[in-house]
């Protein structure tokens, strides 16, 4: 267990529709980095938070946005859901910009 | 372009046959290298980071090694629990700041 929790386990939803992804970082980590994992692709970074700012953003569709919160938790909102962004989504934390970053369990998310 | 390629993709082994997983890079600043192991459906478990040329790592029948070029993991006499994905990924100099970019993975197979 990494310490790192994200809820849902599993999200079924339909094309078009609007989810929130949520991520509760390990103690005492202030970077948190959400990734996507589909099975053609690898893990592909997304965007990058620290200490409730941005700091790095990859390949992250206009239609994905995420936020980090006072508390250090966050969200990571999927809009206009399409048939190919099905996939496993992944938060890892870290303690500064840097570190060795710590997976959670995941969300696997399916649109029909 | 910044790239990491894992070979091979798949590794049959008998329980106790030992071998190598390898870790090929081309970043512009290598900043360090990271392996992690991923069981189906579950986030990746951290294993090592290296950071120079030179350096090594062990963790019961794991081994990594470092070049300047590429990283080795090296199984010895491996288990049917080590039966996982293994995941290599850099973290790179001249990138955006938390910017790691994983390889595919090789995905092992331990039979008893």
């Known amino acids: 267990d990494s310490g790192v929790t994200q809820t849902p386990k599993h999200l079924i939803t339909a094309t078009g529709q609007r989810v929130t992804l949520r991520c509760s970082p390990r103690s005492g980590d202030l970077s948190v980095y959400w990734y996507q994992q589909s099975l053609d692709q690898g893990l592909q970074f997304l965007i990058q938070?620290?200490?409730?700012?941005?700091?790095a953003k990859g390949n992250i569709l206009e239609r994905f946005s995420a936020q980090q919160f006072p508390d250090l938790h966050s969200e990571l909102n999927l809009s206009s859901l399409e048939l190919g962004d099905s996939a496993l989504y992944f938060c890892a934390t870290g303690l500064g910009i840097t570190d060795t970053q710590y997976f959670g369990p995941g969300t696997r998310l399916t649109v029909l | 372009e910044d790239q990491v390629t894992q070979s091979p993709e798949a590794l049959r082994l008998q329980e106790g046959e030992s071998s190598s997983l390898n870790c090929s890079y081309t970043v512009s600043g290598l900043r360090g290298l990271f392996w992690y192991r991923q069981d189906p459906g579950k986030g990746p478990e951290f294993l090592f980071t290296?950071?120079?040329a030179g350096e090594e790592k062990e963790k019961e029948r794991l081994k990594a090694t470092l070049t300047k070029k590429e990283s080795f993991l090296h199984i010895t006499a491996p288990k049917p629990e080590d039966s996982a994905t293994y995941l290599c990924?850099?973290?790179?100099?001249?990138?955006?700041?938390?910017?790691?970019?994983f390889g595919k993975g090789t995905k092992l197979s331990v039979k008893p």
């Open positions: 290296l950071y120079s």
């Open positions: 938070y620290y200490n409730g700012e941005e700091r």
């Open positions: 990924a850099v973290w790179n100099y001249g990138g955006s700041q938390g910017n790691l970019i």
